[in-house]
């Protein structure tokens, strides 16, 4: 707890001199960040490579796959392309230089998830400077830049060599920078660990710090429904820019028995990775008022899919991807309408241990889920969030807690989609056995919707009463029995009887002028608790014509 206590102070004192700690490396001109600025783009992605698996037999081990990536300037600045080794021998690396992110995605009923580990980032070591789509390239003479309107490509072959491929957590992913001295290159082998001098290229096997996949995360033999993405990192790159730094596309992994292979499908498209996910919406948020105009950090993605109701309830799937904010995620926060249910809460990270998963909670109208310590959500990856609700969705604002100290705000806000409107609120479980529940059906209960109406689910063949009032009462009747409407002002709805399911839907229309009801119904059960003649449903309250909460 203190720990915690003395991050959030530290965090606060960042963002009180908020503006001192402007970013500072960008390249181009707040007029014209486009047209004048560092402008460095994806032109294409392809070719999915098989490097080879380790660990337990199939499908227990795990994989490497790498992909290849073509860039391009399309800006108005030749780009800088100095390499992590490129320099004279004995001479310090050089920092200034593109870096590219990986991560493999796959939807399985109906959920996108990260199924690659946190991959190491491939380090460019030099452009080619060939024509491409970015306009005339003015080929020049150096291969530490690449000029305006040029392009180049790099190859599976390049972008699995573990020469080149280092720790993601050592790049700033909003500013670009990368520190060369005492680096994880700095540390090889024949060098001190802090000359800023790269060593020799260790011995490795055909997985280690590749991009990893764990077969169990694969489902089968054959496994479609899978996409990779690329991500470029250029230093001092204005965020005005980076719409085409990221680029996904689909692919294929088969199991011949012996080995995998991989076979690209489908053409490559900008944007998160998200926006592969089959019926959501997505929207992005930045840490800051902007590159030119605030301190700030980078962007989160969020995603969200709603399903239902079943039942009255509906189910929603979130994703939030992080896409190059350098100070992480420490919580996920949406707001709920306080009176409503919240089950069947939901979390997954990409790294499958349990003891570090993040932890939930619900209340005062914030359904939350906080990071250990150990575990905020870094920059390139997607974490996965989860739960049903009697709520029904509506526009709204997501959060998402910054989790280490830095420029720029304690948390950063997107649009999404939330549980904003209680169509009918749950007053209290009912009493007997069989017990018997009440839902809705048909839509909502506002006026000119006849096919509104009420699911009364119990054991088959129960007969019941359902009871209405308006104005709201009620009180305990015995221990464990609640009555959630006023005996002394009430009607009924006659006398019905669940079918062979257990099931009886009432249509019951709406057109009327009262605000809400109350409902629930007397029970006709084999062990009646009241009097031995009745027991009871559970209570709702129908709210008609509402539109949010409350």
């Not at 496994?223 to 250029?234: A, C, K, N, P």
């Not at 018997?436 to 109406?453: D, E, K, R, W, Y």
Request: hydrophobic share 35%; charged share 10%; aromatic share 10%.
């Amino acid at each position: 707890m203190q720990r915690r206590t003395l991050l959030v102070l530290a965090l606060a004192a960042t963002a009180a001199c908020g503006d001192l700690m402007a970013q500072s490396n960008s390249r181009g001109t707040s007029a014209s960040p486009i047209s004048s600025g560092y402008n460095g783009a994806l032109e294409n992605i392809s070719g999915a490579n098989y490097w080879g698996r380790r660990g337990s037999a199939f499908p227990n081990g795990e994989l490497a796959v790498s992909f290849t990536n073509q860039l391009c300037n399309p800006g108005g600045l030749d780009l800088a392309w100095f390499a992590a080794d490129n320099s004279p021998v004995g001479s310090q690396m050089s920092e200034d230089h593109p870096k590219f992110g990986f991560i493999v995605a796959r939807e399985v009923n109906g959920r996108l998830v990260q199924i690659s580990d946190w991959s190491y980032c491939k380090h460019a070591f030099l452009s080619l400077n060939d024509p491409g789509s970015c306009g005339t390239c003015a080929n020049g003479a150096s291969a530490e830049t690449m000029y305006v309107g040029c392009s180049d490509v790099y190859t599976f072959n390049n972008n699995g060599s573990r020469t080149y491929l280092g720790p993601p957590a050592e790049i700033n992913p909003w500013l670009g920078t990368w520190n060369h001295v005492g680096s994880y290159f700095d540390a090889w082998p024949g060098a001190s660990p802090t000359d800023g001098i790269k060593g020799s290229t260790p011995a490795f096997d055909a997985v280690e710090h590749r991009v990893t996949v764990k077969e169990a995360s694969l489902g089968g033999t054959v496994t479609s429904g899978l996409y990779f993405q690329i991500h470029v990192i250029h230093e001092g790159e204005p965020i005005e820019n980076r719409g085409n730094n990221t680029m996904s596309r689909p692919f294929t992994l088969s199991w011949s028995g012996t080995n995998w292979s991989t076979t690209t499908t489908g053409s490559a498209t900008y944007g998160s990775i998200l926006t592969r996910w089959t019926g959501s919406t997505m929207a992005i948020g930045q840490n800051g008022g902007g590159l030119w105009n605030n301190t700030d950090d980078g962007r989160f993605a969020v995603a969200v899919k709603v399903t239902g109701p079943t039942n009255g309830v509906w189910h929603y799937e979130y994703i939030v991807h992080n896409i190059d904010n350098n100070r992480g995620g420490a919580a996920f926060r949406l707001p709920v309408c306080p009176t409503a249910q919240v089950t069947n809460i939901g979390f997954r990270d990409i790294d499958q241990d349990a003891l570090n998963d993040w932890t939930s909670s619900f209340s005062g109208g914030t359904l939350s889920w906080t990071a250990p310590l150990s575990n905020p959500q870094n920059w390139n990856t997607m974490f996965n969030f989860w739960f049903d609700s009697d709520a029904a969705p509506v526009s709204g604002t997501s959060t998402i807690d910054e989790a280490a100290v830095g420029p720029g705000a304690l948390t950063v806000s997107v649009p999404t989609s939330v549980p904003g409107y209680q169509p009918l609120v749950n007053l209290g479980p009912g009493c007997g056995t069989p017990a018997m529940t009440i839902t809705g059906s048909g839509g909502f209960p506002v006026t000119g919707n006849p096919s509104f109406g009420l699911t009364f689910t119990s054991a088959p063949g129960t007969l019941f009463i359902p009871l209405f009032s308006n104005p709201i009462a009620g009180g305990t009747i015995i221990p464990g029995c609640d009555l959630f409407i006023d005996l002394g002002a009430y009607g009924d709805l006659g006398g019905w009887i669940t079918d062979g399911a257990g099931v009886s839907t009432i249509p019951t229309g709406v057109d009327i002028t009262w605000s809400s009801l109350n409902i629930q119904a007397l029970t006709l059960i084999p062990s009646p608790p009241i009097l031995g003649i009745v027991g009871l449903s559970s209570g709702v309250t129908v709210r008609y014509n509402g539109t949010g909460c409350n």
